[in-house]
């Protein structure tokens, strides 16, 4: 059984910066993607960034720029770099993997962006 577990977030003020670090374990196979989505109160759950095991990022328009995805190696795990938060960016964070075997998520960290 895969296992996620997501760590680093917290209360920051605009402008600010923060970590996410996420941590997979259990059997895993290769290739797999792993990556960040984001849910606002009210709102459907969206991609921030994703990795692929081959090092290929992709990103939300919002937050290309400020964000950094990165794989944490030799483990099969994920940090996400997150510069110049905006309130905007205030959400619940999921660490997500895909793999042939299949999808799992995290159960999110919080990230509040506020002055």
């Known amino acids: 059984q895969v296992q996620l577990v997501e760590s680093g977030g917290g209360l920051v003020q605009p402008g600010g910066s923060l970590r996410l670090a996420c941590a997979a374990s259990?059997?895993?196979?290769?290739?797999?993607?792993m990556g960040w989505y984001r849910q606002a109160p009210g709102k459907q759950r969206e991609l921030v960034a994703t990795?692929?095991?081959?090092?290929?990022?992709n990103y939300a328009d919002s937050v290309k720029g400020r964000f950094t995805i990165s794989r944490n190696k030799p483990k099969i795990a994920v940090d996400l770099q997150m510069n110049s938060l905006k309130p905007e960016d205030t959400a619940v964070y999921y660490c997500?993997?895909?793999?042939?075997?299949?999808?799992?998520w995290g159960r999110g960290t919080q990230v509040t962006v506020s002055s």
């Open positions: 997500r993997l895909i793999s042939q075997r299949g999808a799992y």
């Open positions: 259990g059997t895993i196979y290769t290739p797999y993607t």
């Open positions: 990795i692929t095991s081959g090092d290929s990022t």
